[in-house]
């Protein structure tokens, strides 16, 4: 697929997103948010999962490369929102992008639509 960079689009999967900005399928600058599945709590928590991603999802790139990505989302003026800290709320898209006004037309009371 190949995505409008006139457009920002929400990703709906940390380790999926995350790829896609690597391999350059998605670039940083298109990404308003990522809408993850994840249960990251706190600094620990989140180093352990970048590190099994990069076992696992990310094994062909870089520490450097990796990191920027990340960084790019969590300190780059994006929104990181993770369902799953919301008891009994689960993720309500399929699709690994959608458009910022997709979301918004989905998402209604779920997410402070201002975030997005």
Same mark, same amino acid.
């Given at each position: 697929?190949t995505?409008?960079?006139?457009k920002?689009?929400?990703?709906?999967?940390f380790?999926l997103?995350?790829?896609?900005?690597?391999?350059?399928?998605?670039?940083?600058?298109?990404? @308003?948010g990522?809408?993850?599945?994840?249960?990251?709590?706190n600094?620990?928590?989140?180093?352990c999962?970048?590190?099994?991603?990069?076992?696992?999802?990310?094994?062909?790139?870089?520490?450097?490369?990796?990191?920027?990505a990340?960084?790019?989302?969590?300190?780059g003026?994006?929104?990181?929102?993770?369902?799953r800290?919301?008891?009994?709320?689960?993720?309500?898209f399929?699709?690994?992008w959608?458009?910022? @006004?997709?979301?918004?037309?989905?998402?209604?009371?779920?997410? @402070?639509?201002?975030?997005?």
């Open positions: 697929m995505y409008d960079k006139r920002r689009y929400i990703g709906n999967s380790s997103c995350i790829r896609d900005i690597l391999t350059g399928k998605m670039p940083l600058k298109c990404v @308003k990522i809408y993850s599945g994840t249960r990251i709590s600094f620990n928590e989140l180093y999962v970048i590190e099994e991603y990069k076992r696992t999802v990310w094994e062909e790139f870089t520490h450097i490369e990796i990191m920027k990340v960084s790019g989302i969590f300190f003026n994006k929104v990181f929102y993770q369902v800290l919301n008891h009994g709320k689960t993720k309500l399929r699709a690994k959608v458009t910022v @006004k997709e979301f918004k037309g989905k998402i209604k009371g779920e997410v @402070k639509i201002g975030n997005f």
